[in-house]
Structures are given as C-alpha cells and as structure tokens.
C-alpha cells in the first residue's frame, strides 16, 4: 500500500517523494509531505497500524507534532486508500473501521474512502467488493456524510477527497490523549 499512498501524494501535491516499493510506509514514523497547493490541507504518511492501540497511539504522537510544526494545526480528516485487488476483507479492515467509529462518533464528514487498484483489478471483481465495502463495512460511515471515490491514478479523485475534508470537516478527530 505504500507504493500507491506515495504516489497519492506525490499526484496530489505535485512532488516527486520518493517511491517506496515494499507494502508497508518505509519508515515507522510519521512523514509529512508539501501542502496541498491552492489549499491549508497537508498530507501526512502515518505508519503501518493494525490496532485501535496502535492508532491511538499514532494518532496522539501525531496532533502534538502538527500543534508544534503547524502552529496549532489539527487533523481534521482521513483519507483512507483500499486496494480493491485485496481477495478479502480482513480483521485489519474492521479494525480501522472501529478506530474511525472512534475518532468520528458523530462527525463522518471527516473521512473518504479511496478505492485503489482497480487498473489491475478485474472490473468483475472490483464492482462486487466495491459494492460489499459501500454497503457491509463502510454503510454507516458513507450515509452519515462519508464519501467513497475510486482513485484510478487521476488527481481529480484526490482533488475531490481534499475539497471534502476541507470544505465539510470543521470538528477535529479525536485522538486518545486529546
């Protein structure tokens, strides 16, 4: 996933980071990169987590770092990129999901769903999991102001998913030591 994350990034903000090849972000601290130009929106590489611990423990170390390098700044979206390709939807993909029920009880508006891969993807097989992620794991998100987009390599997607966070998401998420 961290190939596509920086090459996410590198789009959206046009910068040329380095691509890191391997499945996880190539390093376990939290990396900023260029603000989004015409936009306050900054986009930030998080370490790989699996558990609600683990994220709230990212997500602390994370505010206090943006409050100290960004004068204040909070974090006020989540922009979560699936590979479409992935066969199944694991414990993993539940777990994220609880960690956004807690940092957005009532404020959905802070997250997009970003759906990847699909230009290796099977149209036959994308279009079913699509369909089970919109209406089994993230149904409550999306009717509560959530979007999902399919990002197919254009910036116009990741355009859209920054204008949302920026336009819609005003209340800061809610990390544990916050």
Not at 91 to 106: G, I, M, N, T
Request: proline share 4%; hydrophobic share 45%.
């Amino acid at each position: 996933m961290a190939i596509m994350l920086s090459k996410f990034i590198n789009k959206i903000t046009r910068s040329s980071f380095p691509v890191h090849h391997g499945l996880r972000p190539s390093s376990n601290d939290i990396q900023f990169f260029a603000e989004v130009p015409s936009s306050r929106v900054v986009l930030v590489e998080v370490p790989w987590v699996e558990t609600i611990r683990e994220w709230s423990a990212v997500g602390a170390r994370l505010q206090a770092t943006l409050a100290q390098r960004f004068n204040g700044a909070k974090v006020i979206g989540i922009i979560y990129l699936h590979k479409i390709s992935d066969i199944r939807l694991t414990e993993v993909l539940q777990d994220h999901h609880k960690v956004f029920a807690l940092l957005c009880p009532r404020h959905k508006k802070n997250l997009v769903f970003l759906t990847t891969m699909w230009d290796i993807t099977p149209k036959y097989l994308a279009d079913p999991r699509e369909a089970r992620l919109r209406t089994a794991y993230w149904r409550e998100s999306l009717a509560s102001g959530a979007i999902m987009e399919r990002y197919i390599g254009e910036s116009s997607a990741g355009t859209r998913a920054i204008r949302h966070i920026a336009e819609k998401a005003k209340v800061p998420l809610a990390f544990a030591g916050k």
